[in-house]
């Protein structure tokens, strides 16, 4: 039989580096073939070949058989191939409706159609099941919808081919699992899905066929029933995972207080309402939870980037409250923020000037007010070694690494600040499994040598593998502290999702 | 390999002012051709009147003078990422200022020099704060203050020289201050050349503010307030305190570019001597023509002004008017503001890009 799409020794050089080395897939009708790689793997380069934005060093490219080629999106999407990118291209100023039919509008009398339009969308989204109202605007959908938008897009263009770039990266997990259902769904209805991920668990879930890249070269080409997570795993990084470090017994006195803080917030109900939590010496304490219920206020609470409206923060003996960003850093803070574009990093400045941020007023590094690039610039090489962080050179844009290694730059500086406490946001959020590995295992020393971590992240299993114990949060209130050996993944969406546990299981909990 | 990266590096930052400026040219060109006239011939004359003999060079640098501190302090405020519209009203507070404490302050010729230039900078500093201050404490848009109190900083100052500090000694009643003592005056370069020492504290200022952009903590703090605002508050710095001190520095080197001419140049203050030739709306543009780069922003500045001292010597000499100046930086301008340019490079540099991988 003849494939849908068949890309055969895929080469492509830039200068001596080979970006991707002899890669072949091939992709049937109503599959969903799975590319998994970690950062650097060569999964974008073989993508954007396809999608026409680079032209192949050399191999060919089949569709439906034939040989074709691609000079650009507009071709590629012409010949049946959409891509939804990882970082949506909307229009947020513009209704739903609109975004999906740009450049494809249908037109009445040279006149915009905007009613056939509408129903047009409807239409296609009742046929794939990906609910969205036509006419609200773009700016004022969540993440999962913008998506879903992104992905009517490509249907309306007419894709047989679509093309989703680690779609899952931004979604919560509910939106996870629908956005699953939905990929499902579009390869029941004969569309053949090409998913770019390093989430193994879901492409367990809804892959047919899975092709591992490495180092720009196919590692691993099986079935989904043939396979397991550790065996892709293993093909992905090339040896086997590492096992955590021990944890050794030392919860110590209490190290982080936070107690009763409230924020009014602009609704009817306080985004923090009366939240009390304690974090002691050599301890994780996780916080779980569906975003948007309080945890980045509560982060930015304690590192001072908003103010309470009630209640008290202590580091140690320090009374932390109403003071500045700058105090609490000096008072033994550091802070991994949860959006590494948005706070952790300037993506214009070079990497040499986001390492240096906190470390160019430090005496070490500072001499009448004049900055000692000189001495710092071993220290940033360091952390370059030791987390190894691809980087072309310091004095390149911090935005032209690649999310994992700049989320490592960020981790390495935070770390180096070698403070008793540490605030993790998302430590790991869109970084590949060998990048997780370090910072897991950063993270885990840290907390072994007897420092206070306060790690919130949206992954549970994150959670559950480095936490002490763990907080759930719930409309601005912390619900229930379980301890590591009691929290199960379900005891924690329960109440992640507001339910009461039953009796049964709450009595265990230690207070905060 | 290493040394064709570094050149590269350093040409970078100038191909895109330049390609403006060659666009701006060619756009003149057409106009020049469209009227009629020898595009060579004219852009000749234009060179000369520019940089022909050491007259019209000396003569370009002084008029350069006011633009290149006008941008070095615009250029502060960019690269703090506030858009300072006021340089205008500051230039000229500050130059009014300058001249009043020169006239005013007791002393000897060195003191009133001393109070002039303090003056003439406070002067524009707090001016500038104010809008800063506005700003901060109640969220009043800073290009849009800015912008307006230049109508009031202008016209204050029109009435001042209008009406209590009037020359009155002349028999025409012009809207001036009388002549400052000749002891403050700041020394010619060259007998007999216009070109002052304000240009060399220009072009000192310039190296200045390159190295405390470049090297020092607080230079740290004010260029990535302006590359993401949100990091630097998370990094601990302080966003007020940061945006204050640019807006004083950026303001107050306006008031010196105002303080410069009077003390340089006009020897008082005359009502329209600094907003008629545009020198802030000049600088403006190269401040943004350079990236707010202080060494590229002194560059530019002297190319603008050369630009505007040619343009004269063509209109003396041949029969194009002296609005093609006036084309050619339109189309910079346009240019420059749009970063046509920047974002054409920026695709033909994704394009070829290695680490487009994820």
Redesign the interface.
Same mark, same amino acid.
């Given at each position: 039989m003849t494939y849908r799409l068949e890309m055969k020794e895929m080469t492509k050089k830039?200068?001596d580096?080979l970006?991707n080395d002899g890669i072949s897939i091939q992709l049937k009708k109503g599959e969903v073939l799975a590319i998994v790689g970690e950062?650097?793997?060569?999964?974008?380069?073989l993508m954007?070949m396809l999608y026409g934005? #680079?032209q192949p060093t050399s191999g060919e490219i089949k569709l439906n058989g034939d040989q074709t080629q691609f000079y650009g999106p507009r071709d590629s999407i012409k010949q049946g191939i959409g891509m939804v990118h990882?970082h949506f291209m909307l229009f947020s100023d513009f209704t739903v409706t609109e975004n999906i039919v740009i450049g494809h509008e249908p037109i009445n009398n040279g006149f915009f159609n905007r009613k056939l339009a509408s129903e047009q969308v409807q239409k296609l989204s009742d046929q794939y099941k990906i609910p969205v109202n036509p006419s609200k605007k773009a700016g004022d959908c969540s993440v999962g919808e913008q998506q879903r938008i992104e992905i009517l897009k490509v249907l309306y263009q007419g894709a047989e081919i679509i093309i989703l770039? #680690?779609p899952t990266a931004v979604l919560t997990p509910f939106e996870v699992d629908e956005l699953l259902k939905t990929i499902r769904y579009l390869a029941d209805q004969g569309k053949s899905i090409i998913l770019?991920t390093h989430k193994l668990p879901e492409v367990m879930k809804v892959a047919d066929h899975v092709t591992v890249l490495r180092n720009g070269r196919v590692t691993g080409n099986v079935k989904k029933v043939d396979t397991s997570i550790d065996e892709l795993a293993k093909m992905m990084v090339g040896r086997e995972l590492q096992q955590l470090s021990e944890r050794n017994q030392l919860k110590g006195e209490p190290l982080l207080e936070v107690e009763a803080i409230s924020i009014k917030g602009k609704g009817s109900k306080p985004v923090l309402d009366q939240l009390s939590l304690t974090v002691h010496r050599g301890e994780i304490v996780g916080i779980a939870g569906v975003s948007g219920n309080g945890q980045s206020e509560l982060i930015q609470a304690i590192?001072g980037?908003t103010s309470v409206d009630q209640g008290d923060i202590r580091l140690g003996s320090t009374n932390l409250t109403g003071k500045?960003?700058?105090f609490?850093?000096?008072e033994g803070l550091a802070?991994i923020?949860e959006d590494r574009f948005?706070?952790?990093?300037?993506? #214009?400045?070079t990497i040499e000037?986001?390492g240096?941020?906190?470390y160019?007023?430090k005496k070490a590094f500072?001499k009448y007010?004049?900055?000692l690039?000189k001495s710092f610039r071993g220290v940033v090489k360091g952390w370059i070694d030791r987390f190894e962080i691809?980087a072309?050179s310091l004095?390149d844009k911090s935005g032209?690494?690649?999310?994992g290694n700049l989320q490592k730059l960020i981790v390495a500086r935070e770390l180096g600040f070698e403070t008793d406490f540490l605030i993790a946001a998302e430590p790991t959020r869109g970084v590949d499994i060998g990048a997780m590995e370090y910072i897991h295992e950063a993270i885990l020393e840290k907390r072994n040598r007897g420092d206070g971590i306060l790690l919130v992240s949206s992954e549970l299993s994150e959670i559950l593998l480095l936490s002490d114990r763990i907080a759930v949060m719930f409309e601005g209130k912390i619900v229930d502290i379980l301890n590591r050996r009691d929290a199960t993944e379900e005891r924690l969406s329960v109440l992640m999702a507001g339910g009461k546990e039953d009796e049964s299981s709450t009595k265990n909990t230690t207070t905060a | 390999m290493n040394l064709q990266r570094k050149i590269q590096q350093l040409l970078k930052p100038l191909s895109q002012p330049l390609l403006a400026v060659l666009i701006g040219l060619f756009t003149g060109a057409l106009a020049i051709a469209l009227i009629g006239e020898s595009v060579i011939d004219t852009y000749k004359v234009m060179w000369d009147g520019a940089f022909g003999n050491f007259y019209f060079l000396t003569a370009t640098l002084a008029r350069a003078t006011p633009i290149i501190l006008v941008g070095l302090g615009l250029a502060i405020a960019f690269r703090a990422g506030v858009f300072n519209m006021g340089a205008e009203g500051q230039m000229v507070l500050g130059a009014v200022c300058a001249a009043l404490a020169s006239l005013y302050v007791p002393g000897s010729g060195f003191v009133k020099l001393l109070s002039a230039f303090l003056a003439g900078f406070l002067a524009g500093g707090l001016w500038s704060l104010l809008a800063g201050w506005m700003e901060v404490k109640y969220k009043v848009q800073l290009l849009i203050s800015t912008l307006l109190l230049n109508y009031v900083a202008v016209l204050f100052a029109g009435y001042l020289v209008a009406e209590p500090f009037q020359d009155k000694s002349g028999s025409a009643a012009l809207a001036q201050t009388p002549m400052i003592d000749q002891a403050v005056w700041l020394p010619k370069l060259f007998t007999g050349m216009s070109v002052h020492m304000g240009f060399v504290i220009a072009v000192i200022g310039a190296v200045v503010l390159y190295v405390a952009l470049q090297f020092t903590s607080s230079g740290y703090e004010v260029r990535m307030l302006g590359k993401n605002p949100f990091f630097a508050e998370y990094g601990g710095i302080n966003k007020s305190k940061v945006l204050l001190f640019s807006m004083f520095f950026s303001g107050g080197i306006s008031g010196l570019a105002g303080t410069v001419e009077v003390l340089g140049s006009q020897y008082r203050y005359v009502e329209g001597a600094l907003t008629v030739p545009g020198y802030a709306w000049t600088g403006l543009m190269a401040a943004l023509l350079a990236n707010s780069n202080p060494l590229g922003t002194a560059a530019a500045a002297i190319l603008l002004a050369a630009l505007q001292t040619g343009a004269m010597g063509m209109e003396r000499n041949t029969e194009v008017p002296l609005e093609i100046a006036s084309v050619i930086q339109g189309v910079l301008i346009l240019f420059v503001t749009a970063k046509f340019t920047l974002n054409w490079w920026k695709v033909k540099k994704k394009a070829s890009d290695i680490n487009g991988a994820v």
């Open positions: 830039y200068g580096f970006a950062n650097g793997a060569g999964k974008t380069t954007r934005l #680079e990882q770039d #680690e770019i590192t980037l500045s960003v700058a609490r850093r000096n802070h923020p948005l706070w952790g990093a300037a993506k #214009e400045a000037e986001t240096m941020m906190g160019y007023n500072n007010s004049f900055i690039k691809k072309k004095d032209n690494l690649s999310g | -």
